[in-house]
């Protein structure tokens, strides 16, 4: 099992910046890729930006304001999200795969406020 713990979820006015983390624990042996989605109010979740062995992907709404990145030394992986707008308020969830398995964690709120 795989368990993540995100952090560094807020209240934001519209332009600026927050990061958020991901704490990975339990048997992280394999992991490969690890990315964040979001869920907004009413809506489903969408894909927002993934990290595989080094390589980046990202929703074409974050792509140029949002950077994903990976610590393996601290099995974390970080997104950085700058010029933030009243669209990214959702709830942000990382996830993990490993063996074809994907696990996630439990969702930090970001708001962001115009």
């Known amino acids: 099992q795989v368990q993540l713990v995100e952090s560094g979820g807020g209240l934001v006015q519209a332009g600026g910046s927050l990061r958020l983390s991901c704490a990975a624990s339990?048997?992280?042996?394999?992991?490969?890729?690890m990315g964040w989605y979001r869920q907004a109010p009413g809506k489903q979740r969408e894909w927002v930006a993934d990290?595989?062995?080094?390589?980046?992907n990202y929703a074409g709404s974050v792509k140029g304001r949002f950077t994903i990145s990976r610590d393996n030394a601290k099995n974390t992986v970080y997104l950085q999200m700058n010029s933030l707008k009243p669209e990214d308020t959702a709830v942000y969830y990382c996830?993990?795969?490993?063996?074809?398995?994907?696990?996630w964690g439990q969702g930090t709120q970001v708001t962001v406020s115009s």
């Open positions: 990290i595989t062995r080094g390589v980046t």
């Open positions: 339990g048997t992280i042996f394999g992991i490969s890729g």
């Open positions: 996830s993990a795969v490993r063996t074809g398995v994907s696990f």
